[in-house]
């Protein structure tokens, strides 16, 4: 069995996790933004952990041409905004409208051609893997350096905030305390090119697809609320091994959606 860690916290005071609770659990507020409608929590600190802020646009003075074809603008060709990196370009450029879930836009908004192939790789996680993450799998878990063990359920919570884990006991684990996220393979050891893919992985944090091995559990390092004493969780997949190695690979997903939230 093999560790490889697929995630590092910075520990900076996100906006995320800031402790405020609000009498309405999870209200949803319509904004709107240059950009289009975003439908956003009522409280910001209920604010998706994968959720990205809306970029500053490029100002206009700035940008005489399109940034990606050069070509000049003036009162035929028009400048045009891409809603997720913020710079400018011509229509031909910037034509494609793609949902952007991350900005909570209601509606798929314009954007470059870099940033609509990053986001339509997005929605596929919204689609499915999401979907995987809060359907949940059967873990067989262990808290800490103790000895006991038990099954339970873990899923993500509708908000995407927290880890619900449910057994005999329930606790919970907040996404933006994460510290490390280590997945466990199961069978042989990785092939020699998989070792590399993980290498670059610990240096970009980018989570690699690639790999022969199966996921078979994770080890996660986590603080609770207002304490500053990590806590470690080692999940090992329970009697449905293909659903929990599936929640297994989502999860991975969504450890480089969570890196870039809290980078960004
Ligand atoms: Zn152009
Ligand atoms: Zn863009």
Same mark, same amino acid.
């Given at each position: 069995?093999? *560790?490889?860690?697929?995630?590092?916290?910075?520990?900076?005071?996100?906006?995320?996790?800031?402790?405020?609770?609000?009498?309405? /659990?999870?209200?949803?507020?319509?904004? @709107?933004?240059?950009?289009?409608?975003?439908?956003?929590?009522?409280?910001?600190?209920?604010?998706?952990?994968?959720? =990205?802020?809306?970029?500053?646009?490029?100002?206009?003075?700035?940008?005489?041409?399109?940034?990606?074809?050069?070509?000049?603008?003036?009162?035929?060709?028009?400048?045009?905004?891409?809603?997720?990196?913020?710079?400018?370009?011509?229509?031909?450029?910037?034509?494609?409208?793609?949902? =952007?879930?991350?900005?909570?836009?209601?509606?798929?908004? @314009?954007?470059?051609?870099?940033?609509?192939? &990053?986001?339509?790789?997005?929605?596929?996680? *919204?689609?499915?893997?999401?979907?995987?993450?809060?359907? +949940?799998?059967?873990? &067989?878990?262990?808290?800490?350096?103790?000895?006991?063990?038990?099954?339970?359920?873990?899923? =993500?919570?509708?908000?995407?905030?927290?880890?619900?884990?449910?057994?005999?006991?329930?606790?919970?684990?907040?996404?933006?305390?994460?510290?490390?996220?280590?997945?466990?393979?199961?069978?042989?050891? /990785? %092939? %020699?090119?998989? &070792?590399?893919?993980?290498?670059?992985?610990?240096?970009?944090? *980018?989570?690699?697809?690639?790999?022969?091995?199966?996921?078979? +559990?994770?080890?996660?390092?986590?603080?609770?609320? +207002?304490?500053?004493? /990590?806590?470690?969780? @080692?999940? %090992?997949?329970?009697?449905?091994?293909?659903?929990?190695?599936?929640?297994?690979?989502?999860?991975?997903?969504?450890?480089?959606?969570? *890196?870039?939230? @809290?980078?960004?």
């Amino acid at each position: 069995h093999t *560790y490889f860690l697929v995630l590092r916290s910075k520990w900076k005071s996100n906006k995320a996790s800031c402790g405020k609770m609000s009498s309405v /659990p999870d209200g949803k507020k319509l904004v @709107r933004s240059p950009s289009g409608l975003r439908m956003v929590p009522e409280n910001g600190a209920f604010n998706s952990p994968f959720s =990205l802020c809306e970029p500053q646009w490029v100002p206009d003075k700035e940008c005489p041409s399109c940034m990606q074809c050069n070509k000049k603008f003036d009162f035929l060709t028009r400048k045009h905004h891409c809603r997720r990196c913020g710079r400018c370009f011509c229509d031909k450029c910037c034509s494609t409208k793609v949902a =952007l879930p991350r900005m909570c836009f209601v509606d798929p908004v @314009r954007q470059c051609g870099e940033c609509s192939r &990053i986001s339509q790789k997005e929605v596929e996680f *919204y689609d499915k893997q999401l979907k995987v993450l809060m359907g +949940g799998g059967t873990f &067989i878990v262990t808290s800490g350096t103790s000895e006991k063990s038990e099954t339970m359920i873990c899923r =993500l919570s509708n908000n995407h905030r927290y880890l619900f884990l449910d057994g005999e006991s329930h606790f919970e684990v907040e996404l933006t305390r994460i510290s490390s996220m280590q997945v466990l393979t199961d069978g042989s050891a /990785p %092939e %020699e090119n998989d &070792i590399q893919s993980y290498t670059s992985l610990l240096d970009s944090q *980018y989570i690699s697809e690639g790999g022969n091995s199966r996921a078979s +559990g994770m080890l996660l390092h986590y603080k609770r609320m +207002g304490s500053l004493d /990590p806590q470690q969780l @080692r999940m %090992e997949a329970g009697d449905d091994k293909k659903t929990a190695s599936s929640w297994l690979a989502a999860m991975h997903k969504a450890a480089k959606l969570l *890196y870039e939230a @809290r980078d960004q």
